[in-house]
């Protein structure tokens, strides 16, 4: 595993994520347009850290705990007010993000999204699934270092065999994966409004 990687201070005023109200994405989905579509959160610093819902990002522009950075062409209305439809806020207050990458949990989502929603052995982008590059029978661990996107026919004709018996060797060498691979889990699709805030905007989205 890698090292433990420092956060950096926070300026004065700053709290821990724990006591920080709540920002992080609503239950439930809906359509990109509806007050359930997808916001980008900024920390105070500009630095992306989480995705959450239009209904919620319009509390937070309204208790004055994040202010617009982008917004869309279209308003939201109330009986009492109306405001541009956020795409990106930006927290007033800087919320200290945890850096133990390495220890969330693996899904097969977070999988894809690191590898790009594409099979690391053949390109194709339907039927994924998960493949331990050392398999656990040889000794390969759960980890990130370890598994990679699959598609099923690849995975079925790899089977138990290393990679080099199997003569398939991935595209990319997995690796614990940058925090933002999280918000393309959270969100699949990118927004072009996005892409300028997330350096790893570059990744390939959900066919």
Not at 173 to 189: G, K, L, N, T, Y
Request: glycine share 8%.
């Amino acid at each position: 595993m890698p090292g433990d990687v420092l956060t950096p201070p926070g300026p004065p005023g700053s709290v821990p994520l724990s006591e920080h109200p709540r920002y992080g994405p609503d239950a439930g989905g809906g359509a990109s347009r509806g007050a359930n579509g997808r916001v980008l959160v900024l920390n105070a610093t500009y630095e992306p850290i989480n995705v959450c819902t239009v209904r919620r990002a319009a509390v937070l522009l309204l208790k004055e705990k994040a202010e617009v950075v982008e917004h869309g062409s279209w308003e939201l209305r109330s009986e009492t007010t109306s405001m541009a439809r956020p795409v990106v806020i930006r927290l007033v207050t800087y919320v200290k993000v945890p850096r133990d990458t390495h220890q969330r949990k693996i899904t097969r989502r977070a999988v894809f999204a690191r590898d790009g929603w594409e099979c690391q052995y053949c390109g194709a982008r339907s039927q994924l699934t998960v493949d331990h590059v050392i398999p656990r029978s040889k000794g390969g661990g759960s980890t990130w270092e370890n598994i990679v996107a699959a598609c099923a026919p690849c995975n079925r004709r790899k089977g138990d065999q290393l990679p080099k018996q199997a003569n398939m060797i991935p595209k990319r060498v997995p690796r614990v994966p940058h925090p933002q691979v999280f918000i393309h889990v959270a969100s699949p699709h990118i927004p072009g409004a996005w892409k300028p805030w997330l350096p790893e905007a570059g990744v390939a989205e959900a066919a």
